[in-house]
């Protein structure tokens, strides 16, 4: 079994072989000179591998001598060929880690195509290796999901024991409890899938095998991987309870599976076509494994639409606006207006646009039906045969998804409808647009999701509904907020899970959050030139359920309905039946399967049951404040206001703005002078007093606020979600520089000691669709040109540091603190622990910057933490790209990142004895450049992945890739003299 990042590493590798398969088929045959006809005797060889064949030592030297001079570039050429000798590719990491260091793989997958000869068996051989690949792939996605499995149906059925009390749920629909008798029944004969350790281990024995071509061309592996079975039905107890380690490993992996979308995306649209696809396609079975993946989760499926609309864009929905049903944002398109669509998007994508339209589909629906296949059922041995949703299960979950992406399309639109406000008006014009957002949102509430968040009614955001008509079982049918932040989860206030979680099965009570209420008193634009982002702050609410969980958009509902058609199809799956009559209707229909979740838990206990008397009283004061300001007019002809009806001054509302705008322009220009005492002398501002003003009140802090002010602030599993919406640009280029970020900081922690260790603050990027993103906001930070504008008396940012913390202390009197980790108050760090801070984080993105190559690092792109670290931001020029005006680059930054004089200063510069880091700078750096080298393969193949997609040109990735892997090419051994020197030469 492989994880997604080896799937990608290995993956890339095959992918490169088929581009180069005419160079392949030129290298002489190497027969095996033996064949198992047994696969655990193959484990014997030299080369093991499932179609591994068994070559001698010397055998192998002689073949890379054959294959050095088919091609004799560097690794680091843009010429650079995967068929070249591998051992000149060992020779670039003196300190690799497991996956660098285990190239056998490489060997094996070149052995393996040598070993037939040169023809169509070559080409056969090479899509069964990637078939082999992508099945490994599945194999470790599916023992994560039956690990996840196990942990939520044994929390389900502690829900359901504890929710059978005869009056919890009046409404039980007569079908779902037939429905649920039949599963019992029949899940006291299944059998437990779960595998155990020592399953495990013949699985992994057993996971190669020798690959024999037929005569026919047909493949046959000589073993067979047991297949895990998600969806089977056991009875689960606290013996069969995974443990802490393994779900940690389980939400690890699939966090670190769903930040992998993009380069999946890439895989599947930009990888070589299958070489035979009438024998096997593994493009086409990596292509419907994702499918799979969106039908079982769909709160996966709706990024999965997001990056596929930045493929293909959203210009063609236009052709199709008068077809779109409210609440339903999925556009079906026949294949005879497929020609329409090409046209105007282009022939080039129309692999993207049909697989956004199957995407869209599987998610909206819970159906599959490929664009392909041409049939509601994609067969594969990947993932269990998926079973359709009945009918009326289908719709709730299209209408809860559709309006969770058009919550978020609104937003974007938000964005770009505000370049065409004034910039004076453009704030209030942001209120009010949250306003209408929050009414929409009331409506979907009180209606119980049967009016959606795009209908239409020309109210104005003080009309029907207000807060009083909200009740507590309302908010179980608001939308969900698909973003999920870096800090595990969102700020609550003063609530003791800020600091975050300490095991898997702490954080997946939390779930997906729902939507309660936009901020709008909170919202503000940022600085731009040219676009308007904006600051959002959201009122989400814990729902304890995942997005695969059906609970989540069959919330309050009184029943589940199913025809004729979908009861048969459900028993047919539980018994087997003689009659010839039944079988043939059951053949004739599709399957259907309600989730087992809505049928272990009759009713849902994790959402929010009351709103407290608070919440009661504050809907009341905000509706009679809305009453007040709606009946300044008689309400005859709707909803109006002074400014377009005023009662004196200009008649002409233009020269009313105008006016406005004279009034507005004259105090910038002439601000009144405040009065000053000349007999007292300015006071300077130090300690937390500058802190505060500086930064503002410290984000816990702010959170209660909202808290207390908000009638949704009782609500259980109350929660502040920060972010910033940016439309009009490509968010993808800075999402790929995050997942760098992401992963360099994850190998800092585990793998460097905490005395060099850097640390960065890596935040989630999400982009939804081609020309929008949403941003995590980092709180408690500002720029640093914003510090030193509110700092009074501002000198260098030395002085500010030994201001807000307090002066150096001397030498001799220092405590080490670098084997502690801060977590307090600000007013407790010290200058030592500031100055520490600022250290490691300089550290970690000053490599991030030598790596990537990010330009453009002016001070209003990166920012500083109350606790003095940096973090970068907006990282619109990377890879050597530049801010040019035409095609005339502004400046040239030639620097390998940004260490400026200020900065040093900071640190203390190379005086140890007065206090100096910069020695302890090049020494973390030196650690830290090692770590990163030791993973080269990884992070070359995730950019190289993700920049194929970007650039629609694969030699153009693989140069770019290439100067990545040149650029983590270690000069030396660790802690040798030519290591030193070179890191020495990048400092200065």
């Given at each position: 079994?492989?994880?997604?990042?080896?799937?990608?590493?290995?993956?890339?590798?095959?992918?490169?072989?088929?581009?180069?398969?005419?160079?392949?088929?030129l290298?002489?045959h190497?027969?095996?000179?033996?064949?198992?006809?047994?696969p655990?005797?193959?484990?014997?060889?030299?080369?093991?591998?499932?179609?591994?064949?068994?070559?001698p030592?010397?055998?192998?030297q002689?073949?890379?001598?054959?294959?050095?001079?088919?091609?004799?570039?560097?690794?680091?050429?843009p010429?650079?060929?995967?068929?070249?000798?591998?051992?000149?590719?060992?020779?670039?990491?003196?300190?690799?880690?497991?996956?660098?260091?285990?190239?056998k793989?490489?060997?094996?997958?070149?052995?393996?195509?040598?070993?037939?000869?040169?023809?169509?068996?070559?080409?056969y051989a090479?899509?069964?290796?990637?078939?082999?690949?992508?099945?490994?792939?599945?194999?470790?996605?599916?023992?994560?999901?039956n690990?996840?499995?196990?942990?939520?149906?044994?929390?389900?059925?502690?829900?359901?024991?504890?929710?059978?009390?005869?009056?919890?749920?009046?409404?039980?629909?007569?079908?779902?409890?037939?429905?649920?008798?039949?599963?019992?029944?029949t899940?006291?004969?299944d059998?437990?899938?779960?595998?155990s350790?020592?399953?495990?281990k013949e699985?992994?024995?057993?996971?190669e095998?020798?690959?024999?071509?037929?005569?026919?061309?047909?493949?046959v592996?000589?073993?067979s991987?047991?297949?895990?079975?998600?969806?089977?039905?056991s009875s689960?107890?606290?013996?069969n309870?995974?443990?802490?380690g393994?779900?940690?490993?389980?939400?690890?992996?699939m966090?670190?599976?769903r930040?992998?979308?993009?380069?999946?995306?890439?895989?599947v649209?930009?990888?070589?076509?299958?070489?035979?696809?009438?024998?096997?396609?593994?493009i086409?079975?990596?292509r419907?494994?994702?499918?799979?993946?969106?039908?079982?989760?769909?709160?996966w499926?709706?990024?999965?639409?997001?990056?596929?609309?930045?493929?293909?864009?959203?210009?063609?929905?236009?052709?199709?606006?008068?077809?779109?049903?409210?609440?339903?944002?999925?556009?079906?398109?026949?294949?005879?207006?497929k020609?329409?669509?090409?046209?105007?998007?282009?022939?080039?994508?129309?692999?993207?646009?049909?697989?956004l339209?199957d995407?869209?589909?599987?998610?909206a629906?819970?159906?599959?039906?490929?664009?392909?296949?041409?049939?509601?059922?994609?067969?594969?041995?990947?993932?269990?045969?998926p079973?359709?949703l009945?009918?009326s299960?289908?719709?709730?979950?299209?209408?809860?998804?559709?309006?969770?992406?058009?919550?978020?399309?609104?937003?974007?639109?938000i964005?770009?409808?505000?370049?065409?406000?004034?910039?004076?008006?453009?704030q209030?014009?942001?209120?009010?647009?949250m306003?209408e957002?929050?009414?929409?949102?009331?409506?979907?509430?009180?209606?119980k999701?049967?009016?959606?968040?795009?209908?239409?009614?020309?109210?104005?955001?003080?009309e029907?509904p207000h807060?009083?008509d909200?009740?507590?079982?309302?908010i179980k049918?608001?939308?969900?907020?698909?973003?999920?932040?870096?800090?595990?989860?969102?700020?609550?206030?003063n609530?003791?899970?800020?600091?975050?979680f300490?095991?898997?099965?702490?954080?997946?009570k939390?779930?997906v959050?729902r939507?309660?209420?936009?901020?709008?008193?909170?919202?503000?634009?940022?600085?731009?030139?040219e676009r308007?982002p904006?600051?959002?702050?959201?009122e989400?609410?814990?729902?304890?359920?995942?997005?695969?969980?059906?609970?989540?958009?069959?919330?309050g509902a009184?029943?589940i309905?199913t025809?004729?058609?979908e009861?048969?199809?459900m028993?047919?799956?539980?018994?087997?039946?003689?009659?010839?009559?039944v079988?043939?209707?059951?053949?004739?229909f599709?399957?259907?399967?309600?989730?087992s979740?809505?049928?272990?838990?009759?009713?849902?206990?994790?959402?929010?049951?009351?709103?407290?008397?608070?919440?009661?009283?504050?809907?009341?004061?905000?509706?009679?404040?809305?009453?007040?300001?709606?009946?300044?007019?008689?309400?005859?002809g709707g909803?109006q206001?002074?400014?377009?009806?005023?009662?004196?001054?200009?008649?002409?509302?233009?020269e009313?703005?105008?006016q406005?705008?004279?009034e507005?322009?004259?105090?910038q220009l002439?601000p009144?002078?405040?009065?000053?005492?000349?007999?007292?002398?300015?006071?300077?501002?130090?300690?937390?007093s500058?802190?505060?003003?500086?930064?503002?009140?410290?984000?816990?802090?702010?959170?209660?606020?909202?808290?207390?002010?908000?009638?949704?602030?009782?609500?259980?599993?109350?929660?502040?979600a920060?972010?910033i919406?940016k439309?009009g640009?490509?968010?993808?280029?800075?999402?790929?520089?995050?997942?760098?970020?992401?992963?360099?900081?994850?190998?800092?922690?585990?793998?460097?000691?905490?005395?060099?260790?850097?640390?960065m603050?890596?935040?989630?990027?999400?982009?939804v669709?081609?020309?929008?993103?949403?941003?995590?906001?980092?709180?408690?930070?500002?720029?640093?040109d914003?510090?030193k504008?509110?700092?009074?008396?501002?000198?260098t940012?030395?002085?500010?540091?030994?201001?807000?913390?307090?002066?150096p202390?001397?030498?001799?009197?220092q405590?080490?603190y670098?084997?502690?980790?801060?977590?307090g108050?600000?007013?407790?760090?010290?200058?030592?622990?500031?100055?520490?801070?600022f250290?490691?984080?300089?550290?970690?993105?000053?490599?991030?910057?030598?790596?990537?190559?990010?330009?453009?690092?002016?001070?209003?792109?990166?920012?500083?933490?109350?606790?003095?670290h940096?973090?970068?931001?907006?990282?619109?020029?990377?890879?050597?790209?530049?801010?040019?005006?035409?095609?005339?680059?502004?400046?040239?930054?030639r620097a390998?990142?940004?260490?400026?004089a200020e900065?040093?200063?900071v640190?203390?510069?190379w005086?140890f004895?007065?206090?100096?880091?910069?020695?302890?700078?090049?020494?973390m750096?030196?650690?830290?450049?090692?770590?990163?080298?030791?993973?080269?393969?990884?992070?070359?193949?995730?950019?190289?992945?993700?920049l194929?997609?970007?650039?629609?040109?694969?030699?153009?990735?693989?140069?770019?890739?290439?100067?990545?892997?040149?650029?983590?090419?270690?000069?030396?051994p660790?802690?040798?003299?030519?290591?030193?020197?070179?890191?020495?030469n990048?400092?200065?």
């Amino acid at each position: 079994m492989v994880d997604v990042t080896g799937f990608l590493v290995r993956w890339l590798y095959l992918c490169d072989l088929a581009r180069h398969i005419a160079e392949i088929q030129l290298l002489p045959h190497q027969p095996t000179p033996f064949r198992h006809s047994n696969p655990r005797d193959a484990m014997t060889g030299p080369v093991q591998g499932r179609y591994g064949t068994g070559y001698p030592a010397n055998s192998q030297q002689n073949e890379f001598r054959n294959i050095e001079r088919v091609n004799s570039g560097s690794t680091d050429s843009p010429n650079f060929n995967p068929i070249q000798p591998i051992q000149n590719q060992r020779s670039t990491n003196p300190s690799p880690t497991p996956l660098n260091s285990d190239l056998k793989w490489k060997d094996r997958y070149f052995t393996s195509i040598l070993s037939y000869p040169a023809g169509s068996q070559r080409l056969y051989a090479l899509d069964s290796l990637r078939m082999e690949l992508i099945q490994q792939f599945a194999q470790h996605l599916r023992k994560t999901d039956n690990t996840l499995k196990r942990y939520s149906s044994f929390c389900n059925q502690k829900d359901c024991i504890k929710n059978l009390a005869p009056d919890t749920d009046p409404y039980l629909d007569a079908d779902l409890e037939i429905v649920r008798a039949i599963e019992l029944a029949t899940s006291m004969s299944d059998e437990d899938d779960a595998s155990s350790p020592e399953d495990d281990k013949e699985e992994a024995s057993t996971e190669e095998a020798v690959l024999v071509i037929s005569d026919e061309g047909a493949d046959v592996f000589g073993a067979s991987t047991t297949s895990i079975n998600p969806n089977s039905q056991s009875s689960y107890d606290e013996a069969n309870l995974p443990s802490d380690g393994e779900l940690d490993s389980a939400y690890h992996s699939m966090s670190i599976f769903r930040e992998y979308l993009p380069q999946l995306v890439s895989a599947v649209l930009s990888s070589p076509a299958a070489m035979q696809p009438a024998l096997l396609d593994p493009i086409l079975k990596l292509r419907q494994l994702l499918l799979t993946r969106c039908l079982q989760d769909p709160n996966w499926g709706i990024e999965f639409c997001w990056l596929l609309e930045a493929e293909v864009g959203r210009a063609w929905k236009t052709l199709f606006e008068h077809r779109q049903q409210t609440g339903r944002r999925l556009i079906v398109v026949l294949p005879a207006e497929k020609a329409a669509v090409l046209a105007k998007i282009g022939s080039a994508k129309r692999e993207a646009f049909e697989l956004l339209q199957d995407v869209e589909q599987a998610t909206a629906y819970g159906c599959l039906f490929s664009t392909i296949t041409g049939s509601h059922h994609v067969n594969t041995d990947l993932e269990p045969n998926p079973a359709r949703l009945p009918s009326s299960l289908s719709l709730r979950r299209c209408s809860h998804f559709g309006d969770t992406m058009h919550f978020i399309d609104r937003l974007s639109r938000i964005s770009l409808d505000l370049r065409r406000v004034p910039a004076i008006h453009r704030q209030q014009s942001l209120i009010d647009s949250m306003e209408e957002m929050n009414r929409r949102l009331r409506r979907r509430m009180v209606t119980k999701g049967d009016v959606s968040l795009d209908v239409e009614d020309n109210g104005g955001p003080d009309e029907w509904p207000h807060l009083s008509d909200i009740s507590a079982d309302m908010i179980k049918y608001s939308v969900h907020f698909p973003l999920e932040p870096k800090t595990v989860t969102w700020p609550g206030g003063n609530d003791s899970k800020n600091m975050g979680f300490t095991s898997a099965a702490e954080r997946s009570k939390t779930g997906v959050m729902r939507v309660l209420n936009v901020v709008s008193s909170e919202c503000r634009i940022l600085a731009s030139r040219e676009r308007c982002p904006y600051l959002v702050h959201l009122e989400v609410a814990e729902t304890g359920m995942e997005g695969s969980d059906a609970r989540l958009y069959t919330s309050g509902a009184k029943g589940i309905g199913t025809t004729i058609g979908e009861s048969l199809s459900m028993l047919g799956e539980n018994y087997d039946c003689q009659d010839e009559e039944v079988q043939a209707f059951g053949e004739a229909f599709p399957t259907y399967k309600i989730p087992s979740e809505l049928l272990l838990s009759p009713s849902s206990s994790s959402d929010s049951e009351d709103i407290a008397q608070k919440c009661e009283n504050k809907g009341t004061e905000y509706y009679q404040k809305d009453q007040d300001k709606a009946t300044k007019f008689p309400s005859r002809g709707g909803w109006q206001s002074d400014e377009l009806y005023p009662d004196e001054g200009y008649g002409n509302p233009y020269e009313t703005v105008r006016q406005t705008e004279y009034e507005e322009l004259h105090e910038q220009l002439f601000p009144p002078q405040p009065h000053q005492m000349p007999d007292i002398l300015p006071t300077t501002t130090t300690g937390t007093s500058l802190l505060d003003k500086v930064f503002g009140l410290p984000w816990s802090v702010k959170c209660e606020q909202i808290r207390q002010a908000s009638p949704y602030g009782e609500v259980k599993g109350w929660r502040l979600a920060s972010f910033i919406m940016k439309a009009g640009e490509d968010i993808r280029r800075e999402a790929l520089v995050m997942q760098v970020i992401s992963q360099l900081n994850e190998w800092f922690q585990t793998e460097i000691p905490e005395s060099h260790r850097p640390k960065m603050r890596p935040y989630s990027i999400m982009c939804v669709g081609g020309d929008a993103g949403l941003l995590e906001c980092l709180s408690d930070a500002k720029s640093v040109d914003e510090v030193k504008k509110n700092i009074d008396g501002f000198t260098t940012l030395r002085d500010y540091f030994e201001r807000a913390y307090g002066a150096p202390t001397p030498q001799d009197a220092q405590i080490d603190y670098h084997n502690k980790n801060f977590c307090g108050d600000a007013s407790d760090i010290t200058f030592e622990i500031a100055q520490d801070n600022f250290l490691r984080s300089l550290v970690g993105y000053s490599l991030v910057c030598y790596i990537l190559q990010i330009k453009d690092r002016h001070n209003a792109n990166i920012l500083i933490d109350r606790e003095g670290h940096i973090m970068h931001i907006d990282f619109g020029f990377v890879l050597g790209d530049t801010p040019k005006m035409g095609k005339v680059p502004i400046f040239n930054e030639r620097a390998p990142f940004k260490l400026s004089a200020e900065f040093w200063e900071v640190l203390g510069g190379w005086n140890f004895s007065n206090g100096g880091l910069g020695v302890k700078f090049c020494k973390m750096f030196e650690k830290a450049f090692a770590c990163a080298s030791s993973h080269s393969e990884e992070i070359v193949s995730l950019v190289e992945s993700a920049l194929i997609n970007l650039t629609g040109n694969p030699t153009v990735s693989k140069q770019l890739a290439n100067g990545i892997k040149n650029r983590l090419r270690m000069r030396g051994p660790p802690e040798s003299v030519e290591q030193k020197t070179f890191i020495m030469n990048l400092v200065n």
